[in-house]
């Protein structure tokens, strides 16, 4: 088959440009070549789904469903294509076909290339009144997205678009009214507001009538919902599980002549990789419902309002604090807003309690939480900040509801003094539908600024309505100024030379100027809610701003000064680890973490190195480190584009599962060199507990002492990453893989992954794959290109040595010594040592006179 010809006939196939000499050569290739069939539907599904994003209009046109109930009028998908072949292309699997693809829809009406060639990227990223809007992510409860920057935010309405979750829950609603439950880890993509696709994951689908029709791919089967509602489960090998919780479906295989099948309430199946069915008992009630999501979001509040109480704690004490407003309210006047900052001596003490004019108090950001709201022009907060600053951070929690003018005033000057700074959300000149952060300092009498930054467009119409973190900080001795929306650097200017200094006065919060504006439609006032206002005197670094934000994260800083993890002022916000924290590394050589003793909280999870371009580094002296709180976090080295280290000298070290160098840019490394590293659970159960050079990262775990248990398997080198694991000698006690509890070991090794061994006098630590259970696991796997590095660490000698020993079977796709080593000197095999008939051990033998 040549597939570049068939491809050029396709495409005038379905751009209806066929000759009756190309018409005839298509029909042979198609009748002749079951390859040439399946690329044919492959193209004729892409070409349809691509079409049915443009078609909701026409779809709810009355003439099209009179169309629908006309056979007559019905598409004729084989064209003019010869009687044999189009009885071919409308009989068994191409009729199932029709049925998953197009549902209620005509889509392959007359459809040419340039009607459907569309870029998803330029319709997420085009001016809002030219986005097509499929769905929106209505929750999103403890989620780890694999790729935070491209995530979609809650509320925030999306085109067709593909995102992975590593833990956690959310909940997607399509434009048609399809409920979606996605529970991390997990793989999906929003073709359009009719159909989807999981490439892993657990979901639970809830259609009503609106969405009757609702399709669900995957590799091996499409589910169409029938008015129904239903769950899957797609494991990371493809093979997926159908349960119909109520109503029906209708499964169809994409690749095998399957008929379509019926699924009814009650039923379940699973689809293995070649398209076949098998009978499996019901797990429906295992899957997270909309009710699930609902008390999970709610639990998620209650924790997050405590983690915001704890952090609130630390900013009243910080004596950096110039001002603090946490919107509760007084119990005594609605009208004083209480600056809770401590204020002992000095210009402090001329920093004053809030007025508030206008504004009602309205509900905040979690449940019980106070805020502000503003919607008069008139709508303000007064109070008073005197004098001149060479640094200077502010961080307001906003919901901003609408745009009435094209200033919306963040922080103004009350008084119109001269120079005084201004923070603002203004629209963008070239589209007034985006608003951008504006700081600066503005001359009143020149009408001009002496000086303004602006951040990149933040907030679309589509946001309105959501709660947002936003944040500045003046830094003149760096020279620069910063602005940040949810921990997230928008801005980054070089001060000009006259802007050094940053006057403050009386200041307003929520509007410009309101007692001098008699026309209202010139009026810079601020339409929404405020919950907290915090400003300090000093700059504040970008870790900080984060963890203002992202509230179960806490950061290392190490202005202590001294490196020791038990020091508060190491901290950022002089907060330490607690149970079900984040704890973020990414500082590193002078400023690098080190923990020495005591037990530490079970928190949920260890960063370090997470941060594009950044370092973080820990050591491990002594103590006990706990990192399993949350089964569905992972300690992680490397990650985001981060370099992270972490080497373990002693102490024991308790962790859920280690992923080391875990997506593109990032480079990881854990040396074990004493102590004891347990990993307790598993990332999945394809992934195992040690993950090692995943998703383009580059990863190594190192031991040359102490000893490693893990619960499941190590994973090297997966989906295009190098991973490499290194045994240093026979100083380590042991290593043991799958030995933890009650589950199996395995050993997954990917092409251009390493296993290094270093022989020394007494020879090498073993690697032990465990089988617990007696259900056959233990197994190791060697991919083809996958790399063998061995040598001495010492003086060179002859022998045999046995590296790695396992309970389970072997499958051996093309391990190879890595570059370097001299096979004249080396050689390995798989030998069977217990006389069980199978291979058992890898061993090395040296010949080195």
């Known amino acids: 088959m040549d597939t570049e010809r068939l491809e050029k006939l396709l495409d005038r196939y379905f751009d209806e440009g066929l000759t009756e000499a190309t018409k005839q050569e ?30 909701e209009v026409w779809g709810d046109d009355q003439a099209f469903v009179q169309r629908l109930e006309d056979p007559a009028q019905q598409p004729n998908v084989a064209r003019s294509l010869s009687p044999l072949l189009s009885q071919w292309i409308v009989s068994g699997i191409a ?105 892993s994951g657990r979901i639970r689908v809830d259609a009503p009538p609106p969405a009757f029709g609702f399709l669900v791919q995957t590799e091996h089967v499409y589910v169409v919902n029938r008015g129904t509602s239903f769950a899957m489960n797609v494991s990371a090998d493809n093979e997926a599980e159908i349960h119909v919780i109520k109503g029906m479906v209708e499964l169809i295989s994409p690749s095998t002549d399957n008929p379509i099948r019926e699924l009814r309430q009650g039923e379940s199946v699973g689809v293995v990789t070649d398209g076949t069915y098998r009978e499996i008992p019901s797990k429906a009630e295992t899957f997270p419902s909309a009710a699930i999501v609902m008390s999970r979001t709610q639990r998620a509040k209650v924790l997050q309002r405590k983690a915001w109480e704890r952090r609130r704690a630390a900013i009243v004490e910080d004596p950096s604090c110039l001002v603090y407003f946490d919107f509760e309210g007084s119990d005594s006047d609605d009208t004083v807003m209480e600056n809770h900052a401590l204020r002992p001596s000095g210009a402090k003490e001329h920093v004053t309690d809030g007025t508030i004019i206008g504004c009602d108090f309205t509900d905040g950001r979690w449940p019980g939480k106070h805020a502000l709201e503003f919607k008069n022009v008139f709508d303000r907060v007064l109070f008073s900040v005197p004098g001149e600053h060479e640094t200077l951070t502010a961080i307001a929690s906003v919901r901003l509801d609408a745009m009435d003018t094209n200033v919306a005033a963040l922080l103004m000057p009350d008084d119109s003094s001269e120079g005084n700074l201004q923070w603002q959300i203004s629209r963008n000149k070239v589209d007034l539908s985006v608003g951008r952060l504006r700081l600066g300092q503005y001359v009143q009498s020149e009408s001009t600024w002496l000086d303004c930054y602006s951040s990149k467009p933040i907030l679309r119409p589509e946001r309105f309505g959501t709660w947002v973190q936003l944040a500045f900080v003046w830094d003149a001795h760096r020279g620069t100024c910063s602005q940040f929306v949810n921990g997230e650097l928008v801005g980054l200017s070089r001060l000009s030379s006259q802007a050094s200094i940053l006057k403050t006065g009386q200041l307003e919060l929520g509007n410009g100027n309101a007692g001098h504006v008699l026309d209202q439609s010139i009026a810079q006032n601020f339409n929404g809610r405020m919950d907290e206002f915090a400003m300090f005197d000093r700059a504040l670094t970008p870790q900080e701003i984060l963890a203002h934000h992202d509230l179960e994260n806490v950061s290392w800083t190490n202005q202590g000064g001294d490196n020791v993890w038990g020091n508060v002022e190491n901290w950022a916000e002089r907060i330490t680890p607690l149970r079900a924290d984040t704890v973020l590394i990414d500082t590193a050589g002078p400023d690098k973490a080190i923990y020495s003793e005591g ?36 300690t992680r080295v490397g990650l985001r584009g981060g370099d992270g280290t972490i080497n373990q000298n002693g102490g024991d070290v308790n962790l859920n599962s280690l992923q080391i160098g875990l997506d593109p840019r990032s480079i990881g490394t854990y040396h074990l060199k004493g102590g004891n590293l347990t990993i307790s659970r598993a990332v999945n159960n394809a992934v195992g507990s040690l993950d090692i050079g995943a998703k383009s990262g580059i990863g190594t775990f190192k031991i040359s002492g102490g000893s490693l248990l893990t619960r499941r398997g190590v994973s090297l080198g997966r989906d295009d990453g190098v991973g490499s694991f290194f045994v240093e000698g026979s100083a380590a006690t042991s290593i043991e893989i799958g030995k933890e509890k009650d589950h199996d070991g395995f050993w997954i090794q990917h092409p251009g992954s390493t296993l290094k061994v270093l022989i020394d006098d007494q020879g090498v630590t073993p690697i032990s794959i465990d089988e617990v259970g007696g259900d056959e696991g233990g197994d190791v796997t060697f991919a083809e290109g996958a790399w063998l590095d061995v040598g001495f660490l010492d003086a060179h000698r002859s022998g045999s040595w046995d590296i790695i020993k396992w309970d389970g079977v072997l499958t051996d796709q093309g391990l190879q010594f890595a570059h370097g080593v001299d096979p004249d000197v080396w050689h390995f095999e798989f030998v069977d040592t217990d006389g069980s008939g199978r291979s058992d051990t890898l061993r090395v033998i040296s010949t080195q006179p």
Request: glycine share 10%; charged share 20%; proline share 5%.
């Open 26 to 55: 298509l029909e042979e290739e198609l009748l002749s070549s079951p390859q040439a069939r399946e690329l044919f539907w492959q193209r004729g599904k892409l070409n349809s789904l691509l079409r049915q994003n443009g078609q």
């Open 95 to 199: 009729v199932s076909m029709l049925i998953a693809v197009f549902g209620y829809w005509s889509i392959f009406h007359s459809t040419s290339k340039s009607d459907i060639a569309f870029d998803a990227q330029q319709i997420v990223g085009s001016p809002a009144h030219n986005v097509v809007w499929m769905a929106a992510v209505r929750r999103a409860v403890a989620v780890q997205w694999l790729d935070p920057e491209g995530a979609p935010r809650v509320g925030e309405p999306m085109g067709p678009s593909r995102f992975q979750l590593e833990s956690g829950l959310i909940e997607i609603q399509t434009n048609r009214g399809a409920l979606i439950t996605v529970e991390g880890p997990a793989d999906i993509e929003i073709i359009s507001d009719m159909a989807m696709r999981c490439r």
């Open 599 to 634: 037990t530490s909280e079970p928190f949920q999870s260890l960063y370090v190195g997470s941060n594009i371009g950044g370092t973080g580094e820990l050591d491990i002296i002594g103590g006990n480190l706990n990192a399993h709180s949350n089964s569905s976090r992972h």
